[in-house]
């Protein structure tokens, strides 16, 4: 077992009606002003902002509102919201939504106590000493964001979608109501399967030797997901398979499922690369193209691990370790199409021949290779494209 | 799933070497006059000691010393501890040691900002609203205390023992170091794998749904820590082994195992009766004489859980659901055994008719019932401990 830090300072309140809470739970950190970020209208038709907005006012709580946080969330709306929150004298930032918004409101937290740009924290420029507090409802079951200390951003300008780590960035709390998953399409809501699956699989695919707990409880949660998935599918409103999705969301990410092994989340970077460049694809789309594909490249290298993954997941019957590595890759990509996930880069629209264009991207024109399980460099990655057509 | 809220602000630093980490950690939270809880004198023999006490002066800190930490805490060590704690102002307790170190440390923390006595917080006569910070080094795997909100304390001149819980009770940092365990003797590895487990199984024998993926989580937690207990018991430097077991003593009583479960530990509290009375008796020895004899008593009222449990965690593969419960129970029972622990009163000493005694005890003469699987009135719990004899 690899020696790990352990810290999830967030506090989550988890259940029916919590969101209710918010305001007694902001007034209790002392906070009068905040700021409140969310992405489209959705939260107006639910009902859920109205709730908010008076159990904040309730608390006399001031609210400057920054609607309008898009998917794949962009630095331009975080230097806006930053302008914002210093005019305003905000002290904390929270976050209504899935994890676009709580990432989003992440770099505000951070661009708001700091003169230095939100792009050049993003791409590690700067380090943060500190940020405001920042806290969240949780929408969508997902990117772990609720949880984690790390946060992605896209700039258009370049094309370039990235993802920053700092303790900072880990919220003071998480209310969590899997009710207020509910309205969510069968598209997002496989998305956020798939993402919880690719957080959780990509500690657990990296080249070191068995560590328990942690590797039996990301297999736990990966069946849990998976069943809970199917579950959902066929009925929207299936309380307990909301549940167990949405608190398999934050424990994919908060630290549980990489305790004692190595943190790579080296298809993240692929799928990073693609989605930044192509602003359409949703990045749990990409990862289901992206995941099965990097499976079959370097399962060989440790096809033990595999073989594990194959048994313990998906139930897979076979002696042979190799073709029962093989199998499981498989049950991997039927069960993201089972959920009408794409597994090839022309159901997300992309007909083009991209492996070489995303093999740059990836590498920074190969100054850079992507630490794995197998490391990755120009020639890695573009075979793993190929395997994406 | 039932509604719940996850709080666990303490920050684990886990692996070889980390408690030459301890001054900085205490340096960087603002202290300089600190007091340090002990045990025995093994930290002395093993050179821990040493090594804390050199990483504490290099960054400033002021120690005021507490060894003699006895097990089963006593409720005089800490009125001792609180007094001297309020004479030298000091700023935070530092437990080095096992549960009972991190109790003892977590009772003169809350005692050092009131007036009131010890004894009648741990009887919950008053509501703690502060308390000094606590950190921890952990030298035995088992309570889980190093990251939990509880604290057991025994009073000698009523023979009783009272658990407390509260949020300031969770500690600030925890240093996890399973090379530190490497000199525990089998018996203490085994009282200590044993706790572990009864904090699993506790939350995972509630009357409820299945709830995932807390309930698989749990499984994974109760397979790891038998497969690493066994190897333990045959080579007591296996690193890993040891880090699984240290790692689970964490989780198993941080919150996770109880999220979205009802948190009973109904177990817990016949075994603290029982050892607040027999203060030779190792809380770990009398839960592997309780939890097998408790369940024996238990299962019927939900057979389907039971069945389960014998399956998953001790693949057990029979058909019919009311004999697999019934030997998941045995196996239960007979790993209990493999690691040379007791399951019988005699084995612990005790031939003398206790049921009664134990009745009484547990429900305050009859003016209570424990809440668990099954409510436990004075009956149900004589019935219980006769299934001990």
Redesign the interface.
Known sequence: ?????????T????????ELKVGELVKNLGHTKIMMQYGKDSIKKSGLYDKIINSLKDNGITVVEMGGVEPNPKVEFARRAVKIAKDAGVTMILAVGGGSVIDSSKYTALGAKTDVDVWDIAMGKFSPKESLPVACILTHSAAGSEMSNSAVITNTEVNMKKGFSTELNRPKFAILN?ELTYTLSPYQTACGVVDIMAHTMERYFTDF?E????D??A???L???I??AYIVMENPTD??AR??IM??SS?SHNG?TG??RLNYLAVHQLEHALSGIYDRVSHGAGLAVLFPAWAKYVYKKNIKRFARFSRNVFGVVEDNDETCAVVGIEKMEQFFKDIKMPVRLSELGITEDISELMAKETTFNGTRTIKSYVELGHNEIKEIFDLCK
């Open positions: 077992m690899e020696n790990f830090v352990f810290n999830t300072p506090t989550v309140y988890f259940g029916k009606g919590t899997p030797p560590c328990e707990p942690t039996s409880i297999e736990s949660i069946k849990s997901v069943k809970s309380y307990d549940a167990t608190w398999a424990l549980l305790a004692g």
